[in-house]
């Protein structure tokens, strides 16, 4: 880990690190508060002889006090007698022991000096100011005893002057709440932000682009942002800017628009035709990511056909809004065509939806047959393929799929899913020998500059376009308005059928129209069968065609959708439900 992982994990956890400083201070606090107050009183004493000697030498010797100075170490050790304790337990009246007496006290000197210290604690200032005294007229005492004649008051050599008493504290030593408070604050703070480095150290969960990239070695190819108006039924995020409902709409499509940008130029002389998208575990979002990854390719005009490949727990159809009825199970043990049970998504005639079907009690075989390989090579020829398959590490159907595919997407949710599991997935997928084309990180929060990005390239909307209490216009409703003459393909009815090969190379006939026109014009369904019905004996001219029977119905599966989308609106499913 560098600077900036220690960075992001004291970002990321900064509420806990808050809270750890809160209960740091709080609990200081309360500490301080419950705690009995000690206050301290002290009192000082000057060290001199008491007699004048009449001799010179000894006039001499007092004028520089050099007896009373002698005499200050031994009273600092007689301060703390027992006696002197006794004394002034005896003057207070006080109940506890001399022991208990001598350790609240402490004696001082200081240095170079003939003064005496004496200070006293207790738990009120009265009683710590009255102990000081005490105990100072006690050593008082204990000295007349020691050096005094017979014993008698005031007969020692050397006397302890007093100026004045003890002063009456105003504030107690301890606790400090100040104190108290900063020494809470700074081992809570500690306290979280080892917190935040041991949980950012022990964290396996994906959360970045860079960390995938270095430790699992596989590229990102997406960053889906985080959706939380998106209903759990319908799961798509509307295309255009005008069904927009927030920014993070917008971002969730800018996004959708730069994996589809990515997977274009992923290999520019071989891009992949067959796309399985997947992921390690379930609720990671892949179904979701599937259908709107094929609605986006979609809308830039290329054909695409969306398969439900999860056998198991098959979501598509509820996604799109379609029939949940007959589709590839039925397709693949011969009770339907593909024809009869492909159906389109609203409002995207050039995206074919080809729902799980009837449940087997086989998913692994089905999709492992040469059926389900022929079927989606096939589908290749005419369009991008995209598989939603079922989680990897859940069952082996994903990893049946990938080997059949030119590539496979591997759907992890940030936040979520651990590298352990990432790297668990891919090493089932490469023993599957299938080709990971990248990762596709879901469930990004779009916070920090991601959502100024949103914001300030998002296309802002006219005060025209802003009428209604939603804010939707019914220019926005009906679609943007067309300006100028616009590029229309057209292809003439009295045309002979078109050979995959030539599918290929022909090119549209241009024709110019004037910006009130109504919708282009496109072959119709009628023509296009009439077109293939006509000249029956060139199908047979077509190795291909003469191989694969259903290459016809192929063939029409886009164009036929393409051209009844166009005429009547988008088709439903057609066989058994």
């Known amino acids: ?75 600092l050790v007689m301060a703390g007698w027992r006696s002197v304790a006794v004394n002034a337990g005896s003057t207070l009246g006080l109940s506890d022991s001399p022991e208990s007496l ?45 050096d005094g004649i017979d014993r008698q008051p005031g007969t020692s050599p050397v006397m302890i002057y007093v100026a004045q008493t003890a002063a009456l504290p105003e504030a107690p030593i301890f606790p400090s709440v100040p104190t108290a408070l900063l020494i809470g604050g700074l081992l809570g703070l500690g306290g979280g932000i080892a917190f935040a480095m041991i949980r950012a150290i022990s964290d396996r969960r994906v959360r970045g ?97 969306l398969v439900d490949g999860d056998l198991r727990r098959p979501t598509v159809a509820s996604t799109l809004g379609l029939v949940a009825g007959a589709g590839l199970t039925d397709v693949l043990a011969g009770r339907a065509k593909l024809t009869e049970v492909a159906q389109t998504a609203p409002d995207i005639p050039n995206l074919a939806v080809l729902t799980a079907g009837t449940i087997p009690p086989n998913p692994s075989e089905v999709l492992g047959s040469a ?29 049946v799929l990938a080997n059949q595919a030119d590539g496979a997407l591997l759907v992890v949710a940030v936040g979520k899913t651990t590298y352990d599991v990432v790297d668990k997935a891919l090493n089932t997928l490469e023993k599957a020998r299938g080709r990971v084309l990248g990762v596709v990180l879901n469930r990004v929060p779009v916070t920090g500059r991601q959502a100024g990005y949103a914001y300030d390239y998002r296309e802002k909307s ?11 216009s019914t220019d926005a409703a009906s679609g943007p308005k067309r300006t100028g003459a616009q590029p229309v393909p057209v292809v003439p009815a009295d045309q002979g059928p078109l050979l995959p090969d030539e599918e290929a190379s022909a090119q549209p006939v241009e024709e110019t129209v004037a910006a009130p026109a109504s919708k282009p014009r496109r072959a119709t369904a009628r023509a296009v069968r009439a ?43 057609r066989g058994r439900t």
């Open 209 to 305: 682009t860079d960390d995938v990239e270095q430790r699992l070695g596989v590229p990102v190819v997406g960053i889906i942002p985080k959706v939380d108006s998106v209903a759990a039924e319908r799961r798509i995020v509307a295309e255009d800017d005008a069904h927009a409902d927030s920014r993070t709409d917008f971002a969730v499509r800018e996004s959708l628009r730069a994996l589809r940008t990515n997977l274009q130029f992923m290999d520019v002389d071989h891009p992949p035709r067959t796309i399985v998208v997947t992921s390690a575990l379930p609720g990671e979002g892949k179904s979701t990511v599937a259908a709107n990854l094929a609605m986006t390719l979609a809308a830039a005009g290329a054909n695409v056909v």
């Open 102 to 146: 001598v350790k609240r006290i402490t004696v001082t000197n200081p240095e170079a000096t003939n003064i005496i210290n004496i200070a006293a604690t207790a738990s009120s200032p009265k009683a710590a100011q009255q102990l000081a005294d005490a105990w100072m007229k006690g050593l008082v005492s204990v000295i007349d005893d020691t």
């Open 531 to 573: 077109a293939r019905t006509a000249a029956p004996a060139e199908r047979g001219k077509d190795p291909a065609l003469a191989a694969d029977p259903e290459a016809g119905d192929l063939d029409s599966l886009l164009g036929d959708f393409i051209a009844d989308d166009a005429a009547t609106g988008p088709r439903r499913q």
């Open 371 to 399: 059926r389900m390989h022929q079927l989606v090579k096939d589908l290749t020829k005419h369009a991008t393929v995209i598989i939603d398959a079922p989680p990897v590490l859940a069952v082996t159907d994903g990893a």
């Open 462 to 472: 006219s005060p025209k376009e802003t009428a209604g209490k939603g804010g939707k």
């Open 1 to 75: 880990m560098d600077i900036r992982d220690y960075l992001r994990a004291l970002r990321r956890n900064w509420i806990a690190i808050i809270l750890m400083t809160a209960v740091g201070l709080g609990a200081a606090y309360g500490w301080a508060k419950i705690q009995t107050p000690v206050y301290e009183a002290s009192v000082s004493g000057l060290v001199k002889s008491r007699v004048t000697p009449t001799d010179p030498q000894q006039q001499l010797a007092q004028s520089t006090d050099t007896y009373a100075r002698a005499k200050v170490p031994t009273y």
